[in-house]
Structure formats: C-alpha cells, structure tokens
C-alpha cells in the first residue's frame, strides 16, 4: 500500500514563498513519476508540475514555470514544490501524487495514488 502524506502549507502573503514536502512510504518510491495538483474552491483538480524517476525530466504547468520548482530525494522517499512569487489566485488545496508509471503526463487519470492534500493560502 502507497501512502503520501503532504506537509508545509500555511498561510503567506502574496509574493511570499513556501516549500511543500511529500513524504511517501510503501512501495518503491524512487522508480515512479511524482506530481503536484492542485484544487481551488469551486474549480477542477489541476496540474502543476511533476518529475521523473530519476529526476532528470521535469513538466509544469504553462502558467507556473518560472516561479515552482519540482525536485525529490529518492533516499528521503520525498518530493518537493518550491513555490515562490505566490499570488492570491495560487490559493488551493495541493495534492502530491504517484503516477501509474514513468511518464510525466499531466493527466489526473495518469496518476492512481494521492495523499490527503495540504491548505495553501496566498492573502493579498
């Protein structure tokens, strides 16, 4: 059984910064492509970034290269979203995810293992 558990959201000021973390135990962790999405009230889950196995193919979402970074530590069994520059309209819950195998698709239905999700909050 695959378990992600996602960790440093909060509440931050636009233009501000803040480093998710998710942790994931169970089956191997470091053969498999990590996502981030991402859901704002009333709006579908959205794609934001995600990254290979090894960590050398990275994919964002248009509208956010430039300000997250996608990074993991395959001995911490962890996966990161650097977000910096955040705008209010970056506000959603953000869901860390396992995807069914080795591409970097953005397709919600690429992905068969999710953690909970953590509150991010960009006040203005």
């Known amino acids: 059984q695959v378990q992600l558990v996602e960790s440093g959201g909060g509440l931050v000021q636009a233009g501000g910064s803040l480093r998710l973390s998710c942790a994931a135990s169970?089956?191997?962790?470091?053969?498999?492509?990590m996502g981030w999405f991402r859901q704002a009230p009333g709006k579908e889950r959205e794609f934001v970034a995600a990254i290979s196995w090894t960590g050398g193919t990275t994919n964002y979402a248009d509208s956010l290269k430039g300000r997250f970074t996608i990074s993991k530590d395959n001995a911490k069994n962890t996966v990161y979203l650097q977000m910096n520059s955040l705008k209010p309209e970056d506000t959603a819950v953000y869901y860390c995810?396992?995807?069914?195998?080795?591409?970097?698709?953005?397709?919600?239905?690429?992905?068969?293992?999710w953690g909970q999700g953590t509150q991010v909050t960009v006040s203005s």
């Open positions: 995810a396992r995807h069914r195998g080795s591409g970097v698709s953005s397709a919600t239905s690429s992905y068969n293992y």
């Open positions: 169970g089956r191997p962790f470091s053969t498999y492509t």
